[in-house]
């Protein structure tokens, strides 16, 4: 013989429990609200870290980046006003290599020569 036992669905046994269990749910809902919103506030706090970071990094590099652009603007300069300097001196000892050779044709033969012999001669061995 197997007894039944049916309880009415308005009885205080019935409503107690629904009432716990709707008390339960009513403290996960409440407690996965707070876990949301603590956790939209950490990703939101970091998110703001983070933005912070590549701002003063961005800062950082474009700094850097601005003052390698104006050294090697400064070594560039330099250089080219070297490379002037030593292209107006050639010229000058050109100039007066011409002017040597044309108001002294024998003397600046008979250097050439000598110089060539010299060289020659230091070659050789």
Same mark, same amino acid.
């Given at each position: ?39 939209? @506030? #950490?990703? %939101?706090? +970091?998110? $703001? =870290?983070? *933005?912070?970071?590549?701002?003063? &990094?961005? /800062? ?20 080219? @006003? #070297?490379? %002037?300097? +030593?292209? $107006? =001196?050639? *010229?000058?000892?050109?100039?007066? &290599?011409? /002017? ?26």
């Amino acid at each position: 013989m197997t007894k039944s036992v049916e309880i009415a669905s308005n009885s205080p046994v019935d409503r107690n429990a629904a009432d716990r269990i709707e008390e339960g749910a009513e403290r996960v809902k409440q407690a996965t609200s707070h876990a949301v919103a603590g956790t939209k @506030e #950490a990703v %939101d706090r +970091a998110a $703001d =870290r983070v *933005e912070e970071g590549l701002h003063h &990094a961005t /800062d950082k590099a474009a700094g850097a980046a601005t003052r390698a652009t104006e050294k090697a603007a400064e070594y560039s300069e330099r250089g080219r @006003e #070297a490379y %002037d300097q +030593a292209v $107006d =001196r050639a *010229e000058d000892w050109m100039d007066q &290599a011409r /002017d040597y050779v044309r108001e002294k044709p024998l003397q600046s033969v008979a250097i050439a020569l000598g110089a060539g012999w010299l060289l020659g001669r230091l070659l050789r061995r």
